[in-house]
T-cell receptor, first 112, second 112 residues
């Protein structure tokens, strides 16, 4: 297994456009987390899934954000009507139950 | 709620000198504590973690940290810095291995 992968690695979009990111976790991991990291800050929790169930969402996750994990495998994070404040690194992590979280390389979003 | 404070956004040491990165946490329940390292354009890598048991925890690359409940601290140390240690370091806390709450990070610079 090559670890957690994220696609794309970089995304540049114009304000108002919709974007979608994908995360492929380590295959046997049942938990999947999304975090957001802005410049000069540590990652902030957005949401997490156990299998296909989304169990917790941060208040940071506005109505413009939606995440899915169909069939409990890969996950997508969609941002609708992007704003400049959405520019950040979006990190995905996976774990087996309450074990160590393994992070992917992240998707860097730039909103112009 | 949990929170983490990392003292010093930038730390500079000479090669071969002691590395000390400070982390204080707040948690209303017994915490799990972590140190992660992030190299430029890469994801987070776990250095070490404390869950229960021995309060002195050894990690990868010669790093260690000591959990001090009375001081609510989990400082990261390494006896002798190497150029390859230059990176950003994040302290994090979780409750029973759930979502991670990160500090703002400390950038370590190693001078030759």
């Amino acid at each position: 297994d090559t670890g957690v992968s994220q696609d794309p690695r970089h995304k540049i979009t114009k304000r108002g456009q919709n974007v979608t990111f994908r995360c492929d976790p380590i295959s046997e991991h049942n938990r999947l987390y999304w975090y957001r990291q802005t410049l000069g800050q540590g990652p902030e929790f957005l949401t997490y899934f156990q299998n296909e169930a989304q169990l917790e969402k941060s208040r940071l996750l506005s109505d413009r954000f939606s995440a899915e994990r169909p069939k409990g495998s890969f996950s997508t994070l969609e941002i609708q009507r992007t704003e400049q404040g959405d520019s950040a690194m979006y990190l995905c992590a996976s774990s087996l139950d309450y074990g160590e979280q393994f992070f992917g390389p992240g998707t860097r979003l730039t909103v112009l | 709620a949990q929170s983490v404070t990392q003292l010093g956004s930038h730390v500079s040491v000479s090669e071969g000198a002691l590395v000390l990165l400070r982390c204080n946490y707040s948690s209303s329940v017994p915490p799990y504590l972590f140190w992660y390292v992030q190299y430029p354009n890469q994801g987070l890598q776990l250095l070490l973690k404390y869950t229960t048991g021995a309060t002195l925890v050894k990690g990868i690359n010669g790093f260690e940290a000591e959990f001090k409940k009375s001081e609510t601290s989990f400082h990261l140390t390494k006896p002798s810095a190497h150029m390859s240690d230059a990176a950003e370091y994040f302290c994090a806390v979780s409750v029973r291995g759930n979502k991670l709450v990160f500090g703002a990070g400390t950038i370590l610079r190693v001078k030759s």
